[in-house]
């Protein structure tokens, strides 16, 4: 059972555009919504992160974008760069849990093109 | 700090063999985690130690699987005997404590593959 989905798989961008990388869930008790990037040869990094209790969350160029009835959130990369090629990861996690209830996505695989 | 560190980078076995990955968490971190990256299934977690104790093991696919953690300072995850479906990418990763929000440090994971 996928607890979260994340589309698309991969994603191609052109150099200055958006990349827009969506995640929908089914567990009303997820309660913590992070983002994971992962380059070539490394572990993932926590990336940003949002609650519940607010629709969107910016940190420069990266914004999450939270609808809470849609059980939806989604990253959205401004200004993609080549450096943000990587893959990136949706996660979820409930009230009262920690780190050992984090539920990921399958990932997006971006590439951005110059 | 180093980060969470894991040996080796890469490892190639032939099947039957026995496989063991080891993991150094960030000093001071109280809880462990051991994940296996496949294109098919993503990011899954195996088991979750916290205190040097094994919590949930539910995620270990199998008893040819089995972790240990003797010290707060290492770790070790062990395939016995390994097949080609093993084949993944395995990551360490720890945390400072249990709790909502908390971030997740990976180590740079351990490429195996069992031919």
């Known amino acids: 059972q996928q607890q979260v989905k994340q589309s698309p798989q991969s994603l191609i961008v052109q150099k200055g555009g958006i990349s827009i990388i969506n995640c929908a869930y089914e567990?009303?008790?997820?309660?913590?919504f992070p983002w994971y990037q992962q380059f070539p040869g490394k572990g993932p990094a926590l990336l940003i992160a949002?609650?519940?209790?607010?629709s969107e969350k910016k940190e420069g160029r990266f914004t999450i974008s939270f609808n809470k009835s849609a059980k939806q959130f989604s990253l959205h990369i401004m200004d993609s760069q080549p450096g943000d090629s990587a893959t990136y990861f949706c996660a979820a996690s409930e009230v009262g849990g920690g780190a050992d209830g984090l539920t990921f996505g399958k990932g997006t695989h971006l590439i951005i093109q110059p | 700090d180093a980060g969470v560190i894991q040996s080796p980078r890469h490892e190639v076995t032939e099947m039957g063999q026995e496989v063991t990955l080891r993991c150094k968490p960030i000093s001071g971190h109280n809880s462990l985690f051991w994940y296996r990256q496949t294109m098919m299934r993503g990011l899954e977690l195996l088991i979750y130690?916290?205190?040097?104790?094994?919590?949930?093991d539910s995620g270990m696919p199998e008893d040819r699987f089995s972790a240990k953690m003797p010290n707060a300072s290492f770790s070790t995850l062990k395939i016995q005997p390994s097949e080609p479906r093993d084949s993944a990418v395995y990551f360490c990763?720890?945390?400072?404590?249990?709790?909502?929000?908390?971030?997740?440090?990976f180590g740079s994971g351990t490429q195996l593959s069992v031919l």
């Open positions: 130690f916290n205190n040097n104790v094994p919590i949930d």
């Open positions: 567990n009303t008790a997820f309660d913590y």
């Open positions: 949002i609650r519940p209790d607010v």
């Open positions: 990763a720890s945390s400072a404590v249990r709790a909502l929000g908390e971030k997740l440090f």
